[in-house]
């Protein structure tokens, strides 16, 4: 954190190479390489959603499952972001659930709302019981069930700890769209 409060007051900033490498130039001169993806995690935490920037909707079931960068690990602690949430009339309970439904990880909370939809999060920790197969990949269901009004929302966004930030790509699919 201390190299990106150094260079806070940035004159210039252009990419260079593979489009991932950001030059930081400061108002003394210094000059600093600066990958773009660990800038990003030092700014917000790291995103661990692939594709999660694709909106989705659904009536139960919003958009699937969501693949993970890397799986969840037992015992540690997880915040879930939800941005531009519409939710189906009649709708009740927004959870997050392990790949298959078999747990559900957290029931999500409303913590904002502005003209592009609300946010909404949850704080979760892995249980060491959990079966490993199945923290490869997340899914978002709205109840109840019987309810076939839609939910959608805009981007989501899984990252370690208890504070969630602002939305920001994986840094996979940071790589994956410049070509790496």
Same mark, same amino acid.
């Given at each position: 954190?201390?190299?990106?409060?150094?260079?806070?007051?940035?004159?210039?900033?252009?990419?260079?190479?593979d489009?991932e490498?950001?030059l930081?130039?400061?108002?003394?001169?210094?000059?600093?390489r600066?990958?773009?993806?660990?800038? %990003?995690?030092?700014v917000s935490?790291r995103? %661990?959603? %692939?594709?999660?920037a694709?909106?989705?909707s659904?009536?139960?079931?919003?958009?699937?499952?969501f693949?993970?960068?890397t799986?969840?690990?037992?015992?540690?602690?997880?915040?879930?972001?939800?941005?531009?949430?519409k939710?189906?009339?009649?709708?009740?309970? %927004?959870?997050?659930?392990?790949?298959?439904?078999?747990?559900n990880?957290?029931?999500?909370n409303?913590?904002? #709302?502005n003209?592009?939809?609300?946010?909404? #999060?949850?704080t979760?920790?892995?249980?060491?019981?959990?079966?490993?197969?199945?923290?490869?990949?997340?899914?978002?269901?709205?109840?109840p069930?019987?309810?076939?009004?839609?939910?959608?929302?805009?981007?989501i966004?899984?990252?370690?700890?208890n504070?969630?930030?602002?939305?920001?790509?994986?840094p996979?699919?940071?790589?994956?769209?410049?070509?790496?």
């Amino acid at each position: 954190m201390s190299e990106v409060k150094r260079f806070s007051q940035v004159q210039t900033a252009s990419t260079i190479g593979d489009n991932e490498t950001l030059l930081l130039i400061d108002a003394q001169g210094n000059v600093k390489r600066v990958s773009l993806s660990s800038l %990003l995690s030092s700014v917000s935490g790291r995103n %661990l959603i %692939l594709n999660s920037a694709t909106p989705r909707s659904g009536q139960y079931g919003i958009g699937g499952s969501f693949s993970l960068s890397t799986p969840l690990q037992r015992g540690k602690k997880y915040t879930i972001s939800v941005f531009g949430v519409k939710r189906g009339e009649g709708k009740t309970s %927004l959870q997050l659930w392990n790949w298959g439904g078999m747990a559900n990880l957290v029931h999500l909370n409303k913590i904002s #709302s502005n003209s592009t939809g609300d946010t909404y #999060s949850g704080t979760f920790t892995v249980s060491s019981s959990s079966d490993e197969l199945r923290l490869s990949k997340v899914e978002l269901i709205d109840f109840p069930s019987s309810v076939t009004n839609a939910t959608s929302f805009e981007c989501i966004k899984l990252e370690e700890g208890n504070v969630g930030t602002m939305w920001t790509p994986a840094p996979e699919d940071i790589a994956t769209k410049n070509g790496g």
